[in-house]
């Protein structure tokens, strides 16, 4: 997607802000990003409106691939991170800085994990590697790991590093400075290196209460109209409206970006 400065307004209208809280567009830039960028995602990205993208793209460590700085994300989610287009993060998700993937492996099979068993593009060892070499050591810089997901309603603090192919569930808590190498359940809050259960956010019954009735499918004004402050009476009254039609699943405005240059603006409603 090439930013023009009608779409950097159409998004700044939007709530969609290219860095969490960024100015309206001017003439050159909106937000870090300069108008005429041209964003490449590799993939499609779904973003829906009220979301906080990063400033900047996401960069693994070793021989991957840069990202465009796009991300998946669901209403009312933002990231002070720079995270990888092929992570999608679920709606009112609050992802602090510092954020790290465990995105690039070295073989571990071969004689030696260094650069001589892989490395076709580092200078070390370029002139002696070859594609066949680096075929024949199974070599991938994922490991063949997907990247992680990560539900609605999760909040990760600050300086956490996360392991490919693990679920973060919807509702949970990732501590503080955390080494997330396994799937975190949903409303649970995790913490540590490795990260380990540290509590439930909520007893069973409301926790349950709350992914059953997937109050995140409804739109922001409703459900702060309802009040969010005691989830009991939320759920019991998000419950009942849900039951008399007072209130219906929305559709949040959505765009989807994806390779060539193909832009589709969804008008909510
Ligand atoms: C996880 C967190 C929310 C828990 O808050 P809390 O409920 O007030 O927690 P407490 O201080 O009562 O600690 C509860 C337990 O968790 C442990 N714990 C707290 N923070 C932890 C961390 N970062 N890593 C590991 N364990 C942690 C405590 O040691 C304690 O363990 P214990 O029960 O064995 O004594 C909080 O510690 C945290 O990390 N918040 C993220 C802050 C942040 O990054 N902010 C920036 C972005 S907004």
């Known amino acids: 997607m090439i930013l023009t400065k009608e779409r950097a307004e159409a998004l700044h209208a939007d709530k969609i802000f290219f860095e969490v809280n960024s100015k309206p567009p001017t003439d050159e830039k909106y937000g870090t990003v300069k108008i005429g960028h041209d964003f490449k995602p590799k993939e499609a990205v779904r973003i ?31 990231s002070w991170s720079p995270l990888p287009e092929p992570l999608k993060v679920g709606r009112y998700c609050s992802i602090s800085s510092g954020i790290a993937f465990i995105d690039s492996f070295h073989p571990m099979t071969t004689v030696s994990t260094s650069l001589l068993s892989f490395a076709t593009f580092n200078h070390l060892s370029r002139d002696l590697v070859t594609k066949d070499m680096v075929k024949a050591s199974g070599w ?99 419950s009942e409206c849900i039951k008399d039609g007072t209130i219906q699943p929305y559709r949040p405005t959505t765009w989807i970006i994806g390779k060539n240059d193909s832009v589709e603006r969804m008008q909510g409603g």
């Open 48 to 78: 829906e409106e009220r979301t906080g993208l990063y400033k900047f793209p996401y960069k693994p460590s070793i021989g991957g691939t840069k990202y465009s700085g796009l991300c998946s994300m669901g209403v009312m989610s933002y």
């Open 140 to 238: 991938h810089v994922r490991n063949n790991k997907p990247w992680p997901t990560i539900g609605h309603d999760v909040w990760i603090g600050r300086d956490v590093t996360i392991a490919l192919g693990v679920n973060i569930g919807t509702g949970s808590v990732i501590a503080a400075g955390s080494v997330v190498t396994k799937d975190v359940a949903p409303y649970s809050i995790v913490g540590g290196n490795p990260a380990k259960h540290i509590r439930q956010r909520f007893p069973e019954e409301i926790a349950t209460g709350l992914l059953a009735l997937e109050w995140w499918d409804y739109a922001p004004a409703d459900l702060v109209a309802i009040g969010m402050h005691d989830p009991v009476a939320f759920a019991a009254t998000l």
